[in-house]
């Protein structure tokens, strides 16, 4: 193995004292493992970008799903409104049928009054009204 000898500035030298500690290596060992690995960058470039290309693609499909998932929810909400109209509806309809039911029971007891009654109880209802008894 040849021998170099290099002049680095006082932080940069300190730098790498410090990342050879963390490596847990000697700083010669550290500089030549720089050096030897210098061109691995490049693959993992490759690497990082096609890991990008598949983040953009499932980053797309999430906001199409996003998106398709507000539509839904837009078409839900406005089913739960047309809901709460048509119950609203059905309630309107129910207190005017038990309006109509509780008028045809009081006319039916009329009617049954009215056939009960006597000749002169009817002349009399006829000249004044029915009392609502």
Known sequence: MDQITIRVESPTLQ???????????????????????????????????????????????VRDEKERLSEKVDELETEIERLKNEKQVIIEQRSENTELVEYVEQERNLQEQYRKAGIITKAKWSLFGMDDE
């Open 15 to 61: 730098s790498l004292e410090e990342e050879a500690k963390d490596d847990e290596v000697t700083r010669s060992e550290y500089i030549r493992n720089l050096l030897r690995d210098r061109h691995e960058p490049s693959e993992n470039i490759e690497e990082l970008r096609t890991e990008v290309a598949q983040c953009e693609t499932e980053l797309e499909n």
